[in-house]
């Protein structure tokens, strides 16, 4: 299995950036697809970002396109999310997540077999 652990979550104004890591542990992290979730309080948990184990494709919610940046360093065994220009909306808790299944399902939750912890992010307007 793979333990996963966020971490760069912080308390920031509205137009500033963050950049979120995941750090994976147990297994290689070139061995699954890597997917990017939040979840505000009271709201359901939602897609982000995702990134293919080779790192060759990406995929962004609508809400992240142009402001959000996935990608991965293998050699690392880290995922990364660089956030810009950060809106009040954006505030959640993210959590990073690993699957072994095809690219066409990493849009969905249930498809993901290991989540992180979580990290937290405020955005203030």
């Known amino acids: 299995q793979v333990q996963l652990v966020e971490s760069g979550g912080g308390l920031v104004q509205a137009g500033d950036s963050l950049r979120l890591s995941c750090a994976a542990s147990?297994?290689?992290?070139?061995?699954?697809?890597m997917g990017w979730f939040r979840q505000d309080s009271g709201k359901e948990r939602e897609f982000v970002a995702a990134i293919t184990k080779s790192g060759l494709s990406t995929y962004y919610a609508d809400s992240v396109k142009g402001r959000f940046t996935v990608s991965r360093d293998n050699a690392k065994n880290t995922v990364y999310l660089q956030m810009n220009s950060l809106k009040p909306e954006d505030t959640a808790v993210y959590y990073c997540?690993?699957?072994?299944?095809?690219?066409?399902?990493?849009?969905?939750?249930?498809?993901?077999?290991?989540w992180g912890q979580g990290t937290q992010v405020a955005v203030s307007a």
């Open positions: 997540a690993a699957t072994t299944i095809a690219s066409p399902y990493l849009r969905q939750p249930p498809f993901y077999d290991y």
């Open positions: 147990g297994r290689t992290a070139s061995n699954y697809n």
